[in-house]
T-cell receptor, first 113, second 113 residues
């Protein structure tokens, strides 16, 4: 079956621009997670959805970051007024329910020039 | 807060050598513990997990035992292969945090023929 997919695989943008990163979870998975991975570090939690609602957004670094999951499936991570420090690989994971095994997508590499 | 500390890399071994990658953790609750692997050019994959003290997770010849008394979850393999070359991440999640995972910074393993 299809795994978690993320688009685009690479995104290059200029400082100050707006970007959207998309995640398609495994069909039927109710839980969805976003993580950010900087070079040489492990993934860092950003936000967790259970169904359509954000159950925990404590990892979002500031109000420039926002994520939605309007129909409980696809999720979009939105970053406003991008900064060079936002450059990282953004990972999405899904699980059957909260606290089940998480399956990760290949990530979107964001580069802010 | 919760944290995971991994042995710093990179680690370089000859084929058939014994592997240990150390992992220790601090947690505010009772965690489940995980090892993930990231092969070159691929996404994060769950390698093994353990959900309670003294449990041993195992997969593909890798093992790790949940040691509550030493707050450790060291990864071992008796005889590594070139194909085991990858980055290995130790992680934890707490049930009351609905599976939000905290990761170590990763250990890069290179196995030479």
């Amino acid at each position: 079956g299809a795994g978690v997919s993320q688009t685009p695989s690479n995104k290059v943008t200029e400082k100050g621009k707006y970007v959207e990163l998309r995640c398609d979870p495994i069909s039927g998975h109710t839980a969805l997670y976003w993580y950010r991975q900087s070079l040489g570090q492990g993934p860092e939690f950003l936000i967790y959805f259970q169904g359509t609602g954000a159950a925990d957004d404590s990892g979002l670094p500031n109000d420039r970051f926002f994520a939605v999951r309007p129909e409980g499936s696809v999720s979009t991570l939105k970053i406003q007024r991008t900064e060079r420090g936002d450059s990282a690989v953004y990972l999405c994971a899904s699980s059957l329910a909260g606290y089940d095994t998480q399956y990760f997508g290949p990530g979107t590499r964001l580069t802010v020039l | 807060g919760d944290s995971v500390t991994q042995m710093e890399g990179p680690v370089t071994l000859s084929e058939e050598a014994f592997l240990t990658i150390n992992c220790t953790y601090t947690a505010t609750g009772y965690p489940s513990l995980f090892w993930y692997v990231q092969y070159p050019g691929e996404g994060l994959q769950l390698l093994l997990k353990a959900t309670k003290a003294d449990d041993k997770g195992s997969n593909k010849g890798f093992e790790a035992t949940y040691r509550k008394e030493t707050t450790s979850f060291h990864l071992e393999k008796g005889s590594v292969q070139v194909s085991d070359s990858a980055v290995y991440f130790c992680a934890l999640s707490i049930y009351t945090n609905a599976g939000k995972s905290t990761f170590g910074d990763g250990t890069t393993l290179t196995v030479k023929p």
